[in-house]
């Protein structure tokens, strides 16, 4: 048991609602751009036939023709306008309570839906995938470039962000912050260099949360933005993920054709030692995350995770850790929590391949894609198997597909055998064969569902125990 100070003082409660009315008004939208502009409709039939993806989840941002009371009808749909407009007298509306894109109203005449923006990792491979010879608006790993092909009716914009969300390649308020300064480039791609090259491997792994800490407050004075630091780091912390997962690596490759790299990510999951669980949530809070709900999916989970958002870069963690039944009002995310006497499924896991902040990486990234295409298109490409749907609502659709394997080190796996986490045969086994490592999570949301189904989670966190493989 606890010490009451580490209770937990009254978390705020997430309830997520669902949105179909928004959706369909938003769909609606997407549809007549894409009518505007055959490239956009073109591209939006690759995205789903060649990456399993579907266009209104790379959606950044539509301008649309103002039209009497679209204001209010905006936000009975749940949009509230935003303080910073898209430019003079252009009024942006954002969705907080789903996932939607953000809604920019023009004034004057012309069509419905005056542009539609995609998000992408890179505007210049987008347009060398495509063979277009883009105009690029704004800097070298700036905080928002820009490339547009027009179409009939409806503009396409072609959007690269990195910790941004305005609409302006040369943002003044950011030149004022010393972001737009002439060797802010140089120095971007020095703090990105400075997470990529930190040692990640260490006998001691409160010696590697000390180096890591460290390094990261210098990734973040490097930068010279926390919104841009955090941008930097969750770009590496794939690429980690990604070299050791294969199903990632095809699917990439899949996106990159079309230029489009992971800009579809829904979240990251990092799993964590009970004992510096703190710790990470530490470093996730100074690069600017807040924190989200809280999971605890009942007595017999044995796991529970700390949900965080980043209001900038929009990136979302899944923070995991073992959990007992009677822990989970305790403010774990800030209180550290005694070892258990034997680990449950998360614990398990970073006993046999380490800290996801360390040595391991994460465990899984989700991102956003036509369900039942992408298992398809796997299978069909690589042969690579996705395990049965463990969410298959109309509104939340998850699954894994099948479990890497990784080496398990020998000294990790004495050290789990000796403390008599695994038995002296899963011992042998790990060693010869490896254990569960990582996934790549297809998921598809709909009606702006912008939670998790905490039952359906726990059931798939148990699934992957390495001592059942």
């Known amino acids: 048991m606890l010490p009451a100070a580490a209770t937990s003082p009254g978390a705020p409660v997430f309830s997520w609602k669902r949105w179909p009315e928004t959706e369909t008004f938003v769909d609606r939208l997407i549809a007549s751009a894409l009518e505007g502009n055959a ?83 890179s505007v210049a491979a987008f347009s060398r995938a495509h063979d277009l010879g883009l105009e690029i608006l704004g800097y070298p790993l700036g905080p928002y470039r820009i490339g547009r092909v ?5 503009g396409l914009a072609i959007v690269e962000r990195r910790g941004y969300l305005g609409f302006e390649p040369f943002p003044g308020e950011l030149a004022r912050e010393g972001r737009m300064r002439p060797h802010a480039a140089r120095e971007a791609l020095a703090a990105r260099e400075l997470w990529e090259a930190r040692r990640r491997r260490f006998d001691d792994d409160a010696e590697g949360f000390d180096a890591t800490e460290a390094t990261l407050a210098q990734v973040i004075e490097r930068a010279g933005s926390v919104d841009l630091a955090c941008h930097l780091v969750f770009e590496v912390e794939r690429d980690y993920w990604q070299a050791r997962n294969r199903a990632a690596q095809v699917q990439k490759a899949r996106q990159d054709r079309l230029g489009l790299g992971w800009a579809n990510h829904d979240h990251h ?21 807040i924190l ?32 007992a039944a009677d822990e989970a009002e305790y403010d774990f995310a800030h209180d550290a929590l005694p070892d258990l006497p034997r680990p449950n499924t998360v614990g398990l896991w970073v006993g046999l391949h380490g800290e996801s902040m360390l040595e391991a990486g994460m465990h ?49 796996a004495d050290r789990c055998r000796a403390q008599g986490w695994i038995t002296a045969e899963q011992h042998e086994k790990f060693l010869r064969e490896g254990a569960l490592g990582s996934h790549l999570e297809n998921l598809q949301r709909r009606e702006g569902y912008k939670g998790f189904n905490q039952q359906a989670v726990s059931a798939i966190i148990a699934a992957t125990d390495p001592r059942l493989h």
């Not at 030692?273 to 703190?278: G, I, T, V």
């Not at 017999?300 to 965080?308: K, M």
């Not at 958002?309 to 929009?314: A, K, M, N, R």
């Not at 990234?365 to 969410?391: C, H, N, T, W, Y």
Request: aromatic share 12%.
């Open 269 to 289: 999951t990092f799993r964590c030692s009970r004992r510096f669980f703190p710790r990470v949530i530490r470093m996730f809070e100074a690069l600017g995350f």
């Open 150 to 154: 027009m179409g009939k009716r409806t």
């Open 292 to 323: 989200r709900e809280r999971f605890h999916a009942g007595e017999h989970a044995g796991w529970g995770a700390q949900v965080l958002e980043h209001p900038t870069t929009g990136i979302v963690i899944f923070a995991d850790l073992d959990l």
């Open 39 to 121: 490239f956009a409709a073109a591209l939006s039939e690759r995205m789903q036939s060649e990456t399993s993806t579907r266009f209104k989840d790379w959606v950044d941002h539509l301008v649309v023709s103002d039209q009497p009371g679209l204001g209010r009808d905006l936000a009975g749909l749940g949009y509230e306008r935003q303080a910073s407009p898209y430019g003079v007298g252009v009024p942006v509306y954002a969705h907080d309570g789903g996932i939607f894109p953000r809604i920019a109203i023009a004034i004057g005449v012309g069509p419905e839906v005056r542009e539609v923006a995609i998000k992408v990792e």
């Open 364 to 412: 899984h990234l989700e991102a956003q894609f036509d369900f039942d295409a992408l298992r398809e298109g796997l299978k069909a490409e690589a042969g690579i198997e996705v395990m049965k749907p463990f969410s298959d609502f109309p509104f939340l659709r998850q699954a894994f597909t099948a479990g890497e394997r990784w080496p398990v080190a020998k000294h990790r």
